[in-house]
């Protein structure tokens, strides 16, 4: 009995053993291959090496390891449009509803083309025009200070009409957020010159009066960026602000009655300077 103990005790290991060795061994077809690790090339992994941007420590500051993807190779010309609208509406206002009987609003356009190259990797330089047009028209606006009616004025059928052109050099940093280079953030510094003109009219009759305006500016408009195609791409940035002088004349009869210079720097999300446009990467 013992010496078939033995054997039997023998068989079961050698079973065990047996179904042990199976389960570890990779089956034959689909399985095996989504199991096994997927083997690059030289040239895959070379190309993805050459898409790692890394960026060096400076003077004493530790090494993290930052680096970045590239998204726009050096010496790609990239092109494209620019389409920003905002509409503002006094019903849609908690503020303005605060003066009595006040109907007013607010619609500006901007188109904007531009075309650029990339100096290096990432880094891109360029032109860009800019047309925008601002109409506002305030239907109707009482306002009334206490009690008293001599301190209370009402206004009626009062339109805005705004013209400007824009000419800037701007500077467009873009940050890689993916190997294949499909998403990355950018900040966008725009050096430009414009020129305006704004028309008053009353009651369907306009003013002898106008405005011309000359403005140079500074400013800031980080954003993100997506392809959708291999050379096609969208984009939506924000304005942040910047650094503006502004000179303004006010003309009666074609005489100049009054004139004003400002300058100002304000760096805050401005809700009326978001811009989506597409962009075409040649």
Known sequence: MKFIEKITYLLVIALFATISATASTPADGADSLAKQPVRRTKAQLADSASRVIRVPSEGA???RGIYQYLFVPKGQVLGGITISYAHLDSNDSQY???IS???AELAMTQLSPFIGISYAKNQVIGAQFAYQRIKGAVDNVSLRLGSNEDYSFTLKNVNIQHQSYTAALFHRAYLGLDLRGRFALFNETRVGVSFGKQ?????STTLDQYTRNREVSITFHPGFA???MNNVSLHASVG????RINNSRVYDNNEVIGKRTAANANFRINLT??????????
């Open 101 to 103: 009987g006040l109907d």
């Open 273 to 282: 300077d978001i811009s989506l446009g597409i962009t075409l990467h040649l």
């Open 240 to 243: 942040v602000g910047g650094v």
């Open 61 to 63: 500051r530790i090494d």
């Open 199 to 203: 028309i008053f009219s009353y009651n």
């Open 226 to 228: 997506a392809c959708i």
């Open 96 to 98: 303005l509803l605060m």
